[in-house]
């Protein structure tokens, strides 16, 4: 899995791969707020880590969010047979209407999940790049959105060391690469 650059004093790695593959404490699922399973990188974890996720997911849900998990919001299972031993699941912003709720929305899909990482005690993250798939939003305005709102937490909370950004393709990768609002870059 390719590395391709880094921001932020290294602490956030931009790279190409497969999210389910990454040795990391916590990997980041864009989940829907069923907490049911389902395509793209969703499907992708159960398959990966096995049934007993989407056990937690089901505990959880009838424990906590009866009515689903509501957008913008984190909650935290094991990882199953994966490497990493922690998944985060996220539930992004269906892109349409309402830009700037849309944008504050997919903002507190990264900070609720840097948060609970943190308060966690996990010390390395990877997202995919939430709601840019089956949700439709456009990678352009998700790579700024994300990359404001990784800066703002990291600058604010130091417990998480590495923050690594996996992108499927290296088109996508390229999008986020032209786009990103990291100020400060380390190679
Ligand atoms: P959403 O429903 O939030 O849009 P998707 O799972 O449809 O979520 O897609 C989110 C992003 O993750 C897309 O850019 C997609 O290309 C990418 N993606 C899909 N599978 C993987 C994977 N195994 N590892 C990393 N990224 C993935």
């Known amino acids: 899995m390719e590395e391709l650059r880094r921001f932020l004093d290294g602490r956030v790695v931009i790279k190409l791969g497969d999210i389910t593959k990454e040795d990391v404490e916590a990997i980041v699922n864009a989940a829907n707020s069923s907490l049911m399973g389902g395509g793209g990188v969703d499907g992708a974890i159960h398959r990966a880590g096995g049934p007993q996720i989407l056990r937690e997911c089901k505990e959880i849900r009838s424990a906590h969010y ?3 998990l509501p957008t913008g ?7 199953g047979k994966m490497a990493a031993r ?9 892109y349409g209407q309402g830009g700037r709720e849309k944008a504050e929305q997919l903002a507190a899909c990264y900070r609720n999940s840097l948060f609970l990482a943190a308060e966690s005690k996990l010390k390395s993250v990877a997202f995919p790049a939430i709601s840019t798939g089956v949700y439709g939003y456009p990678m352009e305005e998700a790579a700024q959105v994300s990359s404001r709102a ?3 937490f990291l600058g604010s ?6 923050v690594r ?22 190679q």
């Open 86 to 94: 922690h998944v985060i699941h996220t539930v992004g912003p269906v």
């Open 66 to 68: 009866p009515d689903g």
């Open 73 to 79: 919001q984190a909650i935290i299972t094991t990882a």
């Open 150 to 152: 990784i800066e703002r």
């Open 157 to 162: 909370d130091k417990r998480i060391e590495e």
């Open 165 to 186: 950004l996996v992108f499927f393709s290296r088109q996508d990768a390229d999008i986020f690469l032209k786009n990103h609002a990291f100020t400060s870059h380390s």
